[in-house]
Nanobody, 124 residues
Framework: VQLQASGGGLVQAGGSLRLSCAAS??????NAWGWHRQAPGKQRELV?????????TYADSVKGRFTISRDDVWNTGYLQMNSLKPEDTAVYYC???????????????????WGQGTLVTVSS
């Protein structure tokens, strides 16, 4: 499975961006989609996850501002980011789980494949 993330860029604080992540390959089914981010000098952190049933979880720092979604026809995941803040500046990575595992806690998803990252820069 190959993941191609896009949609990053430079935006002013308060603005919006929509990230996309297209999965390609054959013989796979995506169980969960996830978005992570890594800011300069910081560890990578989980931003949002959407499971196969549509359940979602978000980092506290993005709740109410970010929305994760998925299109299972086109094997694409999305992250709509509104009310962006300078502290949202980071490289954003998409990831997928292609197992048949059932998760009671979406924060514990084991990620099989990662995208290359797309840079989001929010200016003040």
């Amino acid at each position: 499975v190959q993941l191609q993330a896009s949609g990053g860029g430079l935006v002013q604080a308060g603005g919006s961006l929509r990230l996309s992540c297209a999965a390609s390959g054959s013989g796979f089914r995506i169980n969960a989609w996830g978005w992570h981010r890594q800011a300069p000098g910081k560890q990578r952190e989980l931003v949002a996850v959407i499971g196969s049933g549509g359940g979602t979880t978000y980092a506290d720092s993005v709740k109410g501002r970010f929305t994760i979604s998925r299109d299972d026809v086109w094997n694409t995941g999305y992250l709509q980011m509104n009310s962006l803040k300078p502290e949202d500046t980071a490289v954003y990575y998409c990831a997928v789980d292609t197992s048949r595992r059932k998760y009671s806690d979406l924060e514990s998803v084991w990620w099989d494949y990662w995208g290359q990252g797309t840079l989001v820069t929010v200016s003040s």
